[in-house]
């Protein structure tokens, strides 16, 4: 399942794996490597600075609901599988004060979860 989600990804994280530390959260980015993603916000809001990227690992809590749904569609179901990842990702980028690569779409994969 993890690997399938991060080649979903396609490079956007280094990893994908389950964590004990997000304290009720679904899910949260941590860093590998020389630089976090503290520098990298720092250095992105710099004039030259916007090249500069962490290696972001995708940790997922195993206890929470959110995870439960997701693991419930694999294997059978890869394309609701790659949806929730998406909204996961972008939920980890959200709670980092990251930008979304694409707003729209996120928006569009929560409005469906509503219908």
Do not use: N
């Not at 280094?14 to 004990?20: D, F, G, K, N, Y």
């Amino acid at each position: 399942l993890f690997e399938h989600m991060k080649e979903h990804l396609a490079g956007k994280v280094s990893s994908v794996r389950l964590s004990e530390r997000l304290g009720g959260h679904p899910v949260c980015l941590a860093s590998e490597g020389a630089i976090s993603i503290e520098m990298e916000k720092a250095l992105g809001a710099m004039p030259g600075g916007g090249d500069v990227k962490a290696d972001k690992v995708l940790e997922l809590d195993a206890s929470h609901p959110a995870f439960a749904a997701l693991a419930a569609h694999w294997p059978d179901d890869k394309p609701t599988v790659d949806s929730y990842t998406d909204l996961l990702y972008d939920q980890a980028l959200l709670l980092e004060g990251l930008p979304l690569d694409d707003p729209m779409a996120f928006s569009a994969a929560v409005c469906g979860l509503m219908k």
